[in-house]
């Protein structure tokens, strides 16, 4: 069946980096858009970076524009997300999705704390 796990949350102090981890299974990876949103308490789901299924192309939402890099391995089937400069606005849990023409795919998120 198909799965997204994401890994690699955490409580970090603001200015401090991150590395997000999303392993894909259960589909073909090399054929699906893959994209990180995140969500905060009483707030609505934003994305914050997306990536074409041969990784030639990235999109990346305002909230965290500058900050963060969005990259892909199809031979691991894994997408990833390196945050940086990270500040306690952004403690959400973060999500991974898998989107094509036909399907669209999340995981269950992890969650990512800023604090000092």
């Known amino acids: 069946q198909v799965q997204l796990v994401e890994s690699g949350g955490g409580l970090v102090q603001p200015g401090g980096s991150l590395r997000l981890s999303c392993a894909a299974s259960g589909f073909t990876f090399s054929t699906y858009a893959m994209s990180w949103y995140r969500q905060a308490p009483g707030k609505e789901r934003e994305l914050v970076a997306s990536i074409t299924s041969a990784g030639g192309f990235t999109n990346y939402g305002d909230s965290m524009k500058g900050r963060v890099t969005i990259s892909r391995d199809n031979a691991k089937n894994t997408v990833y997300l390196q945050m940086n400069s990270l500040k306690p606005e952004d403690t959400a849990v973060y999500y991974c999705?898998?989107?094509?023409?036909?399907?669209?795919?999340w995981g269950q998120g992890t969650q990512v704390t800023v604090s000092s």
């Open positions: 999705k898998a989107r094509n023409m036909h399907y669209a795919y």
